[in-house]
């Protein structure tokens, strides 16, 4: 596991630095994006969905559409401001997501999106998912992979260190090692889905920003043929697991504290 560790976690709480980050940055996808992730999870209308570490909280947004009962958190009050106005029916927790201030088996659905790979404890965060799903209940979690062939490979090629997109604190691990993470945090992984960051556009916004850009067509036919251990993302969707998971010491994992 590579870890990318900024000043700002060193010298302050990772709280006080991602409030400062969402002050000078905006994290956004196109909202075909997050349909998309909503999807994999096949919702049921009127049921629960908790997007974790959901920033400007635009996939509640559209979660709220479908007609799911969302709830965004996140431990940035910076982060969720736009969200809270733009969407005031939804429910929006400020909480950290290695400790939340939910009951045990009280979500159907669950959605955390490049978020795990930065928490002080990434191994804590995904017990944490596990322990909030109902028996029946699904998530869906987004990892990058250090071995991108898109991705970190050709950063390296060019310049010679791993991509750092400036958030305070990131780790990037290999497809096996994120699902030790998960399996051993109690989750059951269902489904593996790479990710080569293209995706067909949902709104007729997306459609014609992609249509405008012939490139994006090339990107997709690239990801398409990438073995999946070089993929960009990996997208996994998991169950609860049915028992307790027993701990393996795995040597890419760092020990949980």
């Known amino acids: 596991m590579l ?13 006080d630095a991602y409030d400062a980050f969402y ?16 999807e994999l999870l096949e919702p049921t209308p009127g049921r629960d969905l908790l997007d974790i ?10 979660a ?8 965004g958190l996140d431990f940035s009050i910076a982060g969720m401001e736009r ?6 029916k939804a429910r929006w927790v400020n909480g950290d997501g290695e400790q939340m201030p939910f009951a045990d088996a009280s979500m159907d ?25 109902k028996p029946e209940g699904k998530a869906c979690i987004l ?11 050709r950063y390296v090629r060019r310049t010679g ?45 997306d459609f014609l920003w992609t249509l405008c850009r012939p490139q994006k067509g090339v990107r997709a036919l690239l990801a398409a043929m990438t073995p999946i251990n070089l993929t960009n993302h990996f997208i996994f969707i998991c169950r609860r697991a049915p028992i307790q998971p027993t701990f393996v010491h795995y040597p890419m994992l760092p020990p949980v504290p």
């Open 3 to 15: 870890e990318i560790r900024h000043r700002s976690v060193i010298e302050g709480t990772t709280q």
């Open 23 to 38: 002050q000078e940055r905006e994290l956004l996808m196109r909202d075909s994006f997050y349909m998309w992730l909503i």
């Open 53 to 62: 570490s959901c920033g400007h909280g635009r996939l509640v947004q559209l």
């Open 64 to 71: 709220m559409r479908k007609g799911l009962h969302a709830i």
């Open 83 to 88: 969200g809270i106005k733009k969407t005031p």
């Open 109 to 133: 659905y669950i959605t955390h999106i490049g978020s795990l790979e930065h928490y002080l404890t990434p191994a804590r965060g995904a017990a944490e998912i596990a322990r909030l799903l």
């Open 143 to 153: 990892l990058p992979n250090a071995f991108g062939l898109f991705g970190n490979i």
């Open 161 to 205: 260190e791993i991509f750092d997109d400036r958030q305070p604190l990131q780790r990037y691990a290999t497809r096996a090692t994120w699902e030790m993470l998960l399996t051993q945090g109690g989750l059951q992984i269902d489904q593996l889905i790479p990710w080569g960051e293209v995706n067909r556009p949902r709104t007729v916004r």
